[in-house]
């Protein structure tokens, strides 16, 4: 990946590869030699390991309680430390295996939502590296502001990283792996090179399925997913007449409704009613009434749409070719994020592979 610029490329694979499907994921990432992969969760990393998967792997959220430690160790993954508790839980399940376990140390340094406080981080670290029982594979932290427009907050948290992984090398403790730098920050590519410390590591995550990880900056990215629907309802209504449900919706002139086989259920939210578009019969076209679990609804004029016809909600009409919806057009048409909508694709769309992922 050229924006790690030679470092070792930690892929984020939570949330099932971010509703891309992530064995699929994890199988093209192995294939191009990254250098681990990251889950949020043990079990997410461990159906990984049953599917076969052999790179290193690292469970974002650690551990909770014994069972999880123990997998941890037995399946062979390193686990994030966010506190005492997690590293005694792994420290306690090394000795029951005899073997150490693989820990990253989170620290906070202005996330305030996980890891290690920055001000006790230090002797946490510290401890961490004296314990037999544990190898400490990483230090981390994790950049809450990297896709403002303003890095100035940004950089305050990698200067505070910077100390901290100078002081601990001051007194002898070897961090292993440094890594701060998601794919907001990596399109902020002079962050790297900034006040932080120098990371050997980066952990890129929407970057990876082709989506913006700001709006106030970009980088040339291809989109993965592409999320379809067909149409399996035209009709003709009349000037007036209301579409869907609690009547949201009327038509503003004589016009035809299609109806397209995806809903809320499948992961378009019901805040795209009357505000989000499709991609239908060569042309943008409103979603017309409320979106509703199984169905939605598509004002397409005189637009010559037939059942069978297939809706772009957002991505490419057909593999490879040009993007004609950017997953990030629809996200800021219902309001939320590109990260929302790749994950909330449901279980119940089909899923079709084309090429390499």
């Not at 909508?341 to 592979?353: K, T």
Request: glycine residues 12%; charged residues 20%; contains cysteine.
């Amino acid at each position: 990946m050229r924006l790690a610029a030679g470092r070792r490329v930690i892929a984020v694979v939570k949330a099932d590869g971010y509703g891309h499907g992530a064995v699929a994921v994890a199988r093209a990432l192995a294939a191009a030699a990254v250098g681990g992969l990251a889950t949020w969760s043990v079990g997410e990393a461990s159906a990984l390991r049953d599917a076969g998967i052999a790179v290193p792997l690292l469970v974002l959220s650690g551990v909770r309680g014994a069972d999880e430690a123990d997998e941890v160790v037995g399946r062979g993954l390193s686990a994030v430390l966010h506190d005492a508790q997690g590293g005694a839980a792994l420290a306690a399940a090394a000795k029951r295996a005899g073997r150490p376990a693989s820990v990253h140390v989170e620290v906070d340094t202005g996330m305030r939502r996980m890891g290690v406080p920055f001000a006790q981080a230090g002797e946490f670290i510290a401890a961490v590296a004296r314990d037999p029982a544990l190898a400490l594979d990483g230090v981390m932290t994790h950049l809450a502001r990297a896709d403002e427009s303003d890095l100035a907050p940004t950089r305050d948290q990698l200067r505070e990283f910077a100390q901290l992984i100078s002081a601990l090398r001051g007194r002898g403790v070897v961090p292993g792996s440094v890594h701060a730098a998601n794919s907001a920050a990596l399109v902020a590519q002079d962050l790297l090179a900034g006040e932080g410390p120098p990371q050997d590591a980066v952990r890129p995550g929407i970057l990876l399925y082709g989506a913006q990880p700001s709006s106030q900056r970009s980088a040339a990215l291809r989109p993965v997913m592409s999320l379809r629907a067909p149409v399996v309802a035209v009709r003709r209504i009349r000037s007036g007449e209301a579409v869907g449900y609690a009547a949201l919706y009327r038509a503003p002139a004589d016009t035809q409704i299609a109806t397209l086989a995806l809903g809320y259920a499948d992961g378009v939210p019901i805040a795209a009613s009357g505000r989000g578009s499709v991609w239908l019969a060569g042309a943008r076209r409103p979603i017309a009434g409320r979106v509703s679990m199984d169905y939605l609804g598509v004002d397409v004029g005189d637009a010559p749409v037939e059942v069978g016809d297939v809706a772009v909600v957002f991505g490419c009409e057909v593999a490879g070719g040009p993007v004609v919806l950017p997953v990030e057009e629809a996200a800021q048409s219902a309001g939320t994020l590109p990260y929302e909508l790749l994950v909330r694709v449901g279980a119940r769309v089909r899923r079709e592979l084309h090429g390499s992922v």
